[in-house]
Nanobody, 116 residues
Framework: QVQLVESGGDSVQPGESLRLSCEAS????????MTWARQAPGKEVEWVSS????????TYIDNAKGRFTTYKDNAKNTLYLQMNFLTPEDTAVYYC?????????RGQGTQVTVSS
C-alpha cells in the first residue's frame, strides 16, 4: 500500500526558511519520479517541483527557482523540499506526489503559512 506522509510545515515570517519532508513507503521509491505540489486557499493545486529518476535532475515552478531545492534520501525513502526566502505567496498546503501505474498518489499535506 502506497503511503506518503508529509511533515515540516509551520508558520513563519517572510524571508525565513522551512524544510518539508515526505516519508514514502509501499513502492520502489528510488525508481519513481517524485513531485511536490501545493494548494493555496481558494486556489487549485499547482505543481511546485519534481525530482526526476535517472539521476539528480530537478525542475521547479518559475517563482521557486533559486529559492527552493528538492532532493531525495533513498536510504530513508524520504523526499525533501528546502524552501528559502519564503513569501506570503508561498502560503499553502504542500503535498508530495507520485504517479504509480497511472494513478496519482498524494499525502495528507503539511501547512505552510508565511505572514508577518
Amino acid at each position: 500500500q502506497v503511503q506518503l506522509v508529509e511533515s515540516g510545515g509551520d508558520s513563519v515570517q517572510p524571508g525565513e526558511s522551512l524544510r518539508l519532508s515526505c516519508e514514502a513507503s509501499g513502492f520502489d521509491f528510488k525508481n519513481y519520479r517524485m513531485t511536490w505540489a501545493r494548494q493555496a486557499p481558494g486556489k487549485e493545486v499547482e505543481w511546485v517541483s519534481s525530482f526526476n529518476t535517472g539521476g539528480t535532475s530537478t525542475t521547479y515552478i518559475d517563482n521557486a527557482k533559486g529559492r527552493f531545492t528538492t532532493y531525495k534520501d533513498n536510504a530513508k525513502n524520504t523526499l525533501y523540499l528546502q524552501m528559502n526566502f519564503l513569501t506570503p505567496e508561498d502560503t499553502a498546503v504542500y503535498y508530495c506526489q507520485v504517479n504509480i501505474q497511472g494513478q496519482l498518489k498524494r499525502g495528507q499535506g503539511t501547512q505552510v503559512t508565511v505572514s508577518s
